[in-house]
Nanobody, 121 residues
Framework: QVQLVESGGGLVQVGGSLRLSCAAS?????MGWFRQAPGKEREFVAA???????SYADSVKGRFTISKDNAKNTVSLQMNSLKPEDTAVYYC??????????????????WGQGTQVTVSS
């Protein structure tokens, strides 16, 4: 059983930055970030494999950076150059997903409660 707790969401202006963190209890392998805007399906944002290999959605490449601290068992998402369309609830996820499934919602077993990110224009 893995418990995930996100933090770091908030309100930011267009072009600003936010850093999300996810603290995990229990052993983790693939860690991912997803987001869900009102009226939309949950979508993949980024993932990091146990090996350190990274994966990003095209919409966030070059703006978002996922990283992990193995000693603290945390994963972070640095979000720069934020846009109004980045507004969503962001969820941390954990599972055994291989790289080719890392962007798939169903490949993850554990989810955090979500943290709201709002980008104002």
């Amino acid at each position: 059983q893995v418990q995930l707790v996100e933090s770091g969401g908030g309100l930011v202006q267009v072009g600003g930055s936010l850093r999300l963190s996810c603290a995990a209890s229990g052993r983790t392998y693939t860690m991912g970030w997803f987001r869900q805007a009102p009226g939309k399906e949950r979508e993949f944002v980024a993932a990091i494999m146990w090996s350190g290999v990274l994966s990003y959605a095209d919409s966030v490449k070059g703006r978002f950076t996922i990283s992990k601290d193995n000693a603290k068992n945390t994963v972070s998402l640095q979000m720069n150059s934020l846009k109004p369309e980045d507004t969503a609830v962001y969820y941390c996820a954990s599972g055994n997903a291989p790289l080719y499934k890392a962007s798939t919602y169903g490949a993850y077993d554990y989810w955090g409660q979500g943290t709201q990110v709002t980008v104002s224009s």
